[in-house]
């Protein structure tokens, strides 16, 4: 059996050794240190916009430090946007606030603006203000952010943009995670660059970065023992980890440009196949890294479904996957409310992930031409 071709995997970029082995010599092995401020620093660089980056231990962690940040408290309301992986969501609960779920626009795939103004009104109409805007880049495409950064800005509410599956993504030539008073980054092992597991807050003002850094590090008061006023939390990054994102850090413009290669190399696959569209830019604003290539498939043109798709590539020992299943749908969180007109259920059901990992070889992508190509004859 050939061995088994994956959705996204690690990537090593080979300067990554070099900086843990001086975290080693330097027996900096601890949450903290100079490969965590080396991180920052890069991060900073790559980012622009005056930017002040926190690494956290996870991108979980760094929206729940953003709504720590942003003030929001139990029983107030989060507007999140639906089509997203449940960790864009699971912090709101954390901080015993209640998420309250915005549908997607079919270009994007990304938070629907005007869903999303209807709900900002219809919560204020009903007598409380949302305290929060969690909009999501999904699979590297930048949501529609004009927009949604008017709509924060006209009502007076905290963005903070997931950009999680976006590091190198643009909308307007400006980098995702720069939009908002807060954006989060996540270096876990699947996604474009990875320190095994880490993420990273994106903040306005050196102050927040403090602050953050102060909440990831126990809360711990100026003094010589130690001393709380506040909740902490043990978020930060560790110096050894930070040094897998150096290292990671010097081929990130090279493995964007190989994860565009794939979708190129999906959409020449699919381009005569009816009822297959391989999802991208609609629009010169819109810049993807296009973390995870994606179809969508429509059964009664193509003849096939994505589940047929799936489990054909599977026999393959090729990995795919059913797009992010929407929060608005899931078990957990069935008793919270919904703006939207199915759209996102819609790109759900027909949608598939494809092998797009930037360390794909020749031979691999022959092995998912075969595949599809076999698949699409029969
Ligand atoms: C991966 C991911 C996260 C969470 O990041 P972790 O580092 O795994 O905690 C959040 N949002 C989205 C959209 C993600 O894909």
Redesign the pocket.
């Known amino acids: 059996m050939n061995s088994k071709i994956w959705l996204s995997s690690p990537h090593m970029g080979g300067g990554e050794q070099k900086f843990i082995n001086q975290a080693f010599d330097a027996n900096w092995i601890a949450p903290l240190g100079p490969n965590v401020n080396g991180f920052e620093k890069d991060l900073e660089n790559y980012l622009g916009e005056g930017k002040k980056v926190a690494a956290l231990s996870?991108?979980?962690?760094a929206?729940h430090i953003a709504l720590v940040l942003a003030g929001v408290e139990r029983d107030d309301e989060v507007l999140c946007q639906s089509f997203?992986?449940s960790?864009?969501a699971n912090p709101i609960t954390y901080q015993g606030a209640n998420p309250i779920f915005i549908d997607s626009e079919e270009d994007t795939w990304n938070m629907c603006p005007n869903h999303l103004e209807k709900a900002v009104q219809d919560r204020i109409s009903r007598g409380k203000k949302p305290k929060a805007i969690i909009v999501?880049h999904?699979y590297g495409m930048p949501a529609n952010m004009d927009v949604i950064c008017k709509i924060a800005k006209k009502y007076d509410i905290v963005l903070i943009e997931?950009a999680?599956?976006a590091l190198g993504s643009t909308y307007k030539n400006q980098q995702c995670g720069t939009f908002g008073d807060y954006g989060i980054l996540?270096?876990?092992g699947n996604?474009i660059i990875t320190t095994s597991?880490?993420?990273a807050l994106i903040c306005k003002t050196e102050e927040q970065k403090s602050k953050a850094v102060f909440l990831a590090t126990q809360a711990r008061d100026n003094a010589p023992h130690y001393q709380h006023s506040e909740i902490g939390y043990n978020y930060r990054m560790s110096n050894v980890l930070a040094g897998i994102g150096r290292g990671q850090m010097e081929v990130l413009n090279k493995h964007i440009a190989l994860r565009q290669q794939m979708n190129q190399f999906y959409k020449e696959l699919f381009k005569n196949t009816d009822g297959v569209k391989v999802f991208s830019e609609t629009n010169s604003v819109y810049y993807s890294n296009h973390w995870l290539s994606c179809v969508l498939i429509d059964e009664n043109i193509a003849g096939f479904s994505r589940e047929e798709l799936r489990l054909h590539l599977l026999e393959f020992n090729i990995e795919s996957r059913p797009l992010w299943k929407p929060m608005h749908l899931q078990p957990v969180f069935e008793k919270c409310s919904f703006y939207g007109d199915g759209a996102s259920e819609k790109i759900f059901k027909k949608g598939l992930c494809l092998p797009s990992g930037s360390n794909l070889n020749d031979d691999e992508r022959l092995r998912i031409t075969n595949a599809v190509t076999v698949f699409i004859r029969k």
């Open positions: 996870s991108g979980t962690s929206i997203t992986f960790a864009s999501v999904l997931d999680a599956e996540s270096f876990n996604k597991g880490g993420g």
